[in-house]
T-cell receptor, first 116, second 114 residues
Framework: GAVVSQHPSRVICKSGTSVKIECRSL??????MFWYRQFPKQSLMLMATSNEGSKATYEQGVEKDKFLINHASLTLSTLTVTSAHPEDSSFYIC????????????FGPGTRLTVL | AQSVTQLGSHVSVSEGALVLLRCNYSSSVPPYLFWYVQYPNQGLQLLLKYTTGATLVKGINGFEAEFKKSETSFHLTKPSAHMSDAAEYFCAVSDPPGANNLFFGTGTRLTVIP
């Protein structure tokens, strides 16, 4: 099946700094990618839809100025957590459908962010 | 708003025993339904999905699930558990049907006892 990678797998940063997380589709192109956030023992919550060549669409309650999304190419989307705070510590997961018509998502392995 | 409920955050079964992981959704219109499995340090992998047609869906690794509209359920089963089935399982729906964004349950950790 299709492969989606994320980098880094783990990151620890100080409060107030910014962290960039990359999501790549390795063997297919993705005009759309999705960013999820998962708190311990909770569901994956959709944060935003990343659209290649246009602005991301954010879910209600997600601060777009805090979680900057850039989808600069058909294989790469980045999520930047700006001015990170301890409450931003979480597991961030991206996904991508292999084609615009498919209903199957391929997920990255996730990035564990810890903000001190 | 759409919600997905997975009863039991942890399920333990003996090797060779039946696996039953429960999933219920809330939607007036049947959504598309999915089961994903997550092994440690890996991404979510699709086990099976229901979109339309036959309500009993077979997936990989011997798993299957049945969509029951009257019960708004999509429980996952496997007749005989294997040690390699130990993982985290997530039920998800896409609502409206066919939409790319998914709503997930909280997950069920399956432990297989030798």
């Amino acid at each position: 099946g299709a492969v989606v990678s994320q980098h880094p797998s783990r990151v620890i940063c100080k409060s107030g700094t910014s962290v960039k997380i990359e999501c790549r589709s390795l063997d297919f192109q993705a005009t759309t990618m999705f960013w999820y956030r998962q708190f311990p023992k909770q569901s994956l919550m959709l944060m935003a839809t990343s659209n290649e060549g246009s602005k991301a669409t954010y879910e209600q309650g997600v601060e777009k100025d805090k979680f900057l999304i850039n989808h600069a190419s058909l294989t790469l989307s980045t999520l930047t957590v700006t001015s990170a705070h301890p409450e931003d510590s979480s597991f961030y997961i991206c996904s991508a459908p292999e084609a615009t018509t498919t209903d199957t998502q391929y997920f990255g392995p996730g990035t564990r962010l810890t903000v001190l | 708003a759409q919600s997905v409920t997975q009863l039991g955050s942890h399920v333990s079964v003996s090797e060779g025993a039946l696996v039953l992981l429960r999933c219920n959704y809330s939607s007036s219109v049947p959504p598309y339904l999915f089961w994903y499995v997550q092994y440690p340090n890996q991404g979510l992998q699709l086990l099976l999905k229901y979109t339309t047609g036959a309500t009993l869906v077979k997936g990989i690794n011997g798993f299957e699930a049945e969509f029951k509209k009257s019960e708004t359920s999509f429980h996952l089963t496997k007749p005989s558990a294997h040690m390699s089935d130990a993982a985290e399982y997530f039920c998800a729906v896409s609502d409206p049907p066919g939409a790319n964004n998914l709503f997930f349950g909280t997950g069920t950790r399956l432990t297989v006892i030798p």
